[in-house]
Structures are given as C-alpha cells and as structure tokens.
C-alpha cells in the first residue's frame, strides 16, 4: 500500500527527513568506532583500516550509483541505503569475540555503500523538484539539506559517545538499526518512486562527466574533504583522548559541537555568501575565493599548537578556537560546492553528474582517512595539519578556472 505525498514541498521535507535518520547513525557509528576499538587496543593506523572498505566502496558506489539511479529512480536508491545500514549496523550488534578486523571491515563496507546512495539520492532528487530558472532557491534548498545534515551528523557524533558510554556498543547499534527501519518503512509508504528517473536510457560510458566544469569542481572536491579528514577523522579524537587525556563524552561533545555548528553556517551560507558579493548564488568565483581564504587555517593551528608545546591548555585552546575558525570558511566552501554540482549537473540523468563528483569527493576522504591515520602514528597532528593545507593550496589551485 502507499501514500505517496505529490507536492514538491511534501516530497524535499520526506527526502529530508529520511537524510537526517540516516545521517544521524552514520555520526554516531563513525564516532563508536573509532573510540571502541581504541578501547580495545587497536593503533591509529589499525583504526583507518577499519575505515578503508567504508570510504572505498563510497567511491565505486557514487560512480556506478548515479547511472543505478538514472535507470531505477533516486527513491528506489535512497532505501537501498537505508536497508543496506540496517544490515551494517545489525552486523556490529554481535559480540566482541565475532568484531574481528575483517568482520568490521566488511560491515563498514556495507555502510559505505549505504551512506553514499542515501547522499547521492537526496541531493540529487532536489533539482528535479525545484523550477531550473530559480537558482537562488535552489542554492538554499541544497544549502539547507547540507547543512542540517551535518549539524545532525555532529549530534551523531556526541550520541556515539554518550550511547558508548552508557549502554556499550552492541546496545548502541542495535537502537540505530531499530530507529532506522522505522525510517525505511515511512520512506517506502510516502515517497513518489519515479523521481530522478532519466526520460533517455543512459550509456554506462556517459558515468564519467566530458563537462570541463564538473571535473574541475570534483577534482576541487577531492582536495578539499581529503583536507579536512586527514586530520579530523582519526588524528584530533586520538589527540585529544591519549595526549590531553579527555574522556570519551569529551571528545564526543566537542566534535559534535564542531559539526553541529558546521551545519548551521552551511545552512546560513545563502546568507553570509550574499553579505559578500553574491547576492542570488555563488559562482566558480566564488568557490576559489572561499577557498583562498581557508588555505592558511591548518598551517596557522600547526604554528599554534607547536609554540605552545607541552603546555596542555594552551594546546586545547589552539585547537578549539582553530577548529571554530576552520569549521567557519569549511563549512561555506562545502556549501558553495553542494550548490554548484547541482546547478552545473545536466537536466536528464543529472545523478550521473551528481555520482561522479560525490565519488571523488569519497576518493579524497579516503585519502585523508588513511593519511589521517598513517601521518598521525608516524609524525604526529602538527604533520597531519601542514598536509591539510597543502591539499588546500592544491583545491584552490584548481578552482581558479571554474566556470563563473
């Protein structure tokens, strides 16, 4: 039985609603695992393999999910993400003596899959919903859906934590799986099936975009997310757990704050971009500009916490004030990027468009996930934040030629 509801407004708000459930779990998982299985004993570097699977079936799943979605719908995709966590998550609630790394790697895998079509879908599904000659709003539908994704995400984040320290890991991802089939089910019931349907059959050649502008914008992209994970992800909650001795719940509420705060600037970005030029939507111009100003922020995090030396509060203070300051310009570079992609994506088969850039988007995270842990074992934070800024250096670099 379904009730579909038809309206474009009905249909954003269960597309956005089904982004958020998933969302939610997939912060609080990323956070369960990093800090359980440090508890356990594992090294940093052990930690990013563990993430290995989960980012590299996130760029073979953008690549090949944007033409599945072209030929089965952007509905169809985005409940395949949602039942493909449940499996994930229901695979993580057995016992300790089963979480072998391979066992987890392969249940990340899962989740990586199901975390990009869940992305892919959503965002995808906005253009067919909004008029090509309105832009602007456009720009705050994609801004809004971004933003109040990650500003769940961060919430995931501190729920990982808390549940971690509540009621143990088991517990924690048999209670996501349970409030994400609740989500399935409204999603399978309410949302119209047909949406991102391609009216032409796509070649699976066409998976790779001949449009100069997306390929900049994806390459852009990749410099961009490996920047921040190659020091976010692993490095910073392993720093702040066996350097400055913080505890799980600490560690969970700061980078939940980060991310919460992180997705209210990118949903106030329409706002704040128009403060600086661009009154209606942002441009290429306009991402190159952003990413200037974001280059040096790691470098100077670096500098901070290298001339504050054993000193553990002025440590904690540089890298909470540099965190604010990063989470700031990233969060407008990131929302400026999720506008163009959509806006530069063809009308028919627009999710191709969409995948192919996203997978790069996944390729830079995994770059950044394994350096993250890699770098931080072998070199320390300080190592982590200079590669950051380099990889910015070479984001803005290739925004420089961007269609205006």
Not at 303 to 308: A, D, Q, R, Y
Request: hydrophobic letters at 55%.
């Amino acid at each position: 039985m379904s009730f579909e509801l038809k309206s474009p407004i009905a249909q954003y708000s269960l597309v956005t609603l089904s982004y958020w459930a998933f969302t939610l779990s997939d912060g609080a998982l990323r956070m369960l695992v990093v800090l359980f299985f440090h508890q356990l004993g594992y090294s940093p570097l052990e930690i990013a393999g563990l993430f290995l699977l989960y980012e590299f079936f996130g760029v073979v799943t953008n690549l090949y999910g944007g033409w599945l979605a072209s030929a089965i719908g952007l509905t169809i995709t985005m409940q395949l993400g949602l039942a493909l966590q449940i499996m994930a998550l229901l695979m993580l609630a057995a016992d300790n003596s089963l979480l072998t790394v391979a066992y987890v790697m392969v249940a990340q895998a899962l989740s990586g899959i199901a975390k990009d079509l869940n992305k892919m879908s959503a965002k995808t599904s906005i253009k067919s919903l909004v008029p090509a000659n309105a832009q602007g709003q456009l720009y705050r539908w994609v801004a809004l859906l971004t933003g109040s994704k990650n500003a769940l995400k961060g919430l995931g984040f501190f729920l990982g934590g808390w549940l971690l320290a509540i009621v143990g890991f088991q517990a924690a991802v048999g209670l996501m799986a349970a409030i994400l089939a609740l989500a399935l089910v409204a999603s399978l019931l309410l949302l119209e099936r047909s949406t991102g349907i391609a009216k032409q059959q796509q070649a699976f050649s066409s998976l790779f975009s001949n449009n100069s502008g997306i390929n900049r914008l994806s390459a852009a992209r990749f410099f961009l997310f490996g920047s921040r994970d190659i020091w976010f992800v692993i490095a910073l909650p392993l720093f702040l757990q066996s350097q400055l001795q913080w505890s799980y719940l600490q560690v969970g509420t700061l980078l939940a704050a980060w991310v919460i705060g992180y997705g209210f600037v990118q949903a106030a970005a329409p706002k704040l971009t128009a403060k600086t030029g661009d009154r209606h939507h942002p441009s290429g111009t306009s991402a190159f500009k952003w990413v200037v100003l974001l280059c040096l922020l790691p470098a100077a995090i670096a500098v901070s916490l290298f001339v504050s030396g054993d000193n553990s509060f002025w440590v904690a203070i540089s890298l909470v004030l540099g965190l604010l300051v990063f989470g700031v310009f990233f969060a407008i570079n990131s929302s400026i990027h999720s506008y163009l992609i959509v806006a530069y994506a063809r009308e028919d088969g627009a999710s191709m468009d969409v995948g192919f850039y996203y997978m790069c988007n996944a390729a830079g995270r995994l770059v950044g996930t394994l350096l993250s842990g890699w770098v931080y074992q072998s070199s320390g934070l300080i190592a982590c934040l200079l590669i950051s800024s380099a990889m910015l250096l070479a984001a803005a670099f290739i925004s420089r030629k961007l269609p205006a």
